[in-house]
């Protein structure tokens, strides 16, 4: 039963440029859910859980996400597509008009925090417009004591208005829509998007410029587990190759699903304090632990139910992206605090839709780097008639859109901490074998889990240690041997029963890799260049 007692504390938003709002501070999740359902923003589901719609937005805008370019910022970030620049006084101008909106209305504020680990520790104010917003807030970041709130000072502000619409031609935004980050004054200003993704990604990324630059931390967007010995996995994935899925298993202890922090003391501490998963097509049998952490204090976003309050989990047809944010500690088996000591495998996820990487292969420090900026995935074709050809798609550091710096920063602090800690780190293809998408098949998840497993408790090594074989176009080593896991399977090429095929399409997709590395070539050291495909 969650507590209905919440502090007693009042604030003012003036500061803030907010006047006279009707402040409802620090609400616990029933209280929120309940003010939801009473001004007709959401629905309760026949689990209890709170059903809300996102609005126009049903997923993040990335030509939407600006960064205040000033003097903290303008030598740093890697300004482009991803980091598109505002100018400091069309941000003030538009504060202005944001804060004025606000006032004189009753808004939803929360203080919480970011990071896991006490020394990286981010207070955090969320000021919303809506109630269910700040019951996202009290799901996504860190939940502080009630001794901790009596001083409580807030180091960053998410200011979030979704009802706000921008006149792009007056206020310097693309469209009416906005996320700016502004790491002078600290403020993540958001407007014109119901979309609870954008409150979290913004700190993200606010993250992933303060953990390199100021604390010589990597941050990652990246899952994460730990065994009964104390050894840590992490998983880094795109969406849709098993991040979640296969970081949360029964055998070993949750520390979060989506962004971390590897310190120096060579520990791994969740940004976070909630999980935020797609539902698209969930089900009991395959995905227990999220299914079941569905329930009351839960937030369904952009889902299908009928009358009696029953979710549709296959019905997209508001979006694909249908979202179910939750406090952790809905999963039974965590890591309490969310922190992992003792690094000792990464996995890099790919759904490879070609058929043509190996189910596992393990990498050189110059071949994660590589794999690192790279951060690569496929996307299935469409199943219209004469569609068959996948479509590779990559995002550095498999997270380029929350990243402000140069994705070959990170990949510098990831392969120095690799070396540093003895890591392996192992590519893992969770797409196809046996063929491209429409001709083979998805790989068994059982045999993923299988060489995960094996990867993780030291048998894969010990089968093949000296005979690996070297795949003649990735260069990656693929084992000959793994428990559980039949030998041909562990051999894309004769999984397809056609040689002249497999090398065909593997030489298309290595000259993919090429293509996409070339941005980086200028910025990448030799031993990172040296991690390219041979052919």
Same mark, same amino acid.
């Given at each position: ?25 620090? *609400? ?164 014109? =998007? ?25 941050? +990652? &967007? ?15 994935? *795109? ?5 979640? =899925? ?13 962004? &971390? ?151 510098? +602090? ?54 690996? &074989?070297? &795949? ?64």
């Amino acid at each position: 039963m969650v507590n209905h007692t919440h502090t007693t504390k009042t604030i003012s938003l003036d500061t803030y440029g907010i006047k006279n709002a009707q402040v409802r501070y620090q *609400l616990s999740p029933d209280e929120l859910q309940e003010f939801t359902i009473s001004k007709g923003q959401g629905q309760e589901t026949s689990s209890g859980t709170l059903a809300v719609r996102t609005g126009e937005f049903t997923g993040r805008s990335p030509q939407d996400r600006f960064i205040v370019k000033d003097d903290i910022t303008k030598d740093r970030i890697w300004w482009g597509n991803i980091n598109i620049p505002f100018e400091p006084d069309a941000f003030d101008k538009l504060y202005d008009k944001v804060t004025n909106y606000l006032s004189g209305k009753e808004v939803f504020v929360r203080d919480s925090y970011a990071c896991a680990d006490e020394d990286y520790k981010l207070n955090i104010r969320v000021v919303n417009e809506y109630p269910w917003s700040n019951m996202f807030a009290y799901n996504m970041f860190l939940r502080p004591t009630e001794d901790e709130l009596k001083d409580f000072s807030p180091e960053w502000t998410v200011i979030n208005a979704p009802g706000f619409m921008a006149d792009a031609e007056v206020d310097g935004t693309r469209q009416h829509n906005f996320a700016i980050l502004n790491f002078s004054k600290k403020i993540a200003l958001i407007g014109g =998007t119901g979309y609870t993704g954008e409150i979290k990604k913004g700190i993200f990324s606010a993250l992933n410029f303060i953990l390199p630059v100021y604390k010589n931390t990597l941050p +990652m &967007h990246c899952s994460a587990n730990v065994g009964k010995d104390g050894d840590t996995a992490i998983f880094f994935g *795109l969406s849709g190759t098993g991040k979640t =899925t296969l970081s949360t298993d029964p055998d070993r202890s949750l520390i979060g699903d989506d962004e &971390h922090g590897w310190t120096n003391e060579n520990t791994v501490f969740n940004f976070e304090g909630g999980c935020y998963a797609k539902v698209i097509n969930l089900s009991q049998e395959q995905e227990p632990e999220i299914y079941d952490a569905i329930k009351k204090g839960a937030i369904l976003e952009n889902i299908v139910m009928n009358d009696d309050g029953e979710v549709d989990f296959a019905n997209t047809s508001i979006t694909q992206n249908t979202r179910v944010s939750y406090p952790i500690h809905h999963i039974d088996n965590i890591r309490v605090p969310s922190i992992g000591k003792n690094p000792k495998n990464i996995f890099f996820l790919t759904a490879d839709a070609f058929g043509v990487l190996p189910p596992i292969s393990k990498l050189t420090p110059g071949q994660a780097a590589y794999h690192f900026i790279s951060g690569y995935t496929a996307k299935v074709a469409g199943t219209e008639a004469g569609i068959d050809e996948p479509l590779p798609s990559f995002s550095a550091c498999f997270g380029a859109p929350f990243m402000p710096l140069h994705p070959t920063k990170y990949a510098e +602090m990831l392969s120095k901490k690799m070396q540093e800690a003895g890591v392996n780190v192992w590519l893992v293809n969770t797409g196809w074998t046996g063929g491209p998408y429409g001709v083979g098949s998805r790989m068994k998840l059982k045999y993923t889990r299988a060489m995960i497993s094996a990867a993780m408790n030291g048998s894969l090594e010990a089968a093949n240690k000296d005979n690996y &074989h070297i &795949h003649s176009v990735f260069g990656v080593k693929q084992p000959r041997t793994c428990p559980n896991v039949p030998t041909e399977v562990l051999s894309p090429r004769s999984t397809w029963n056609n040689d002249e095929g497999y090398y065909k399409t593997a030489a298309k997709l290595s000259q993919s890799f090429r293509d996409n590395f070339k941005q980086f070539e200028e910025f990448a050291n030799a031993e990172i260049m040296a991690g390219a495909p041979l052919k």
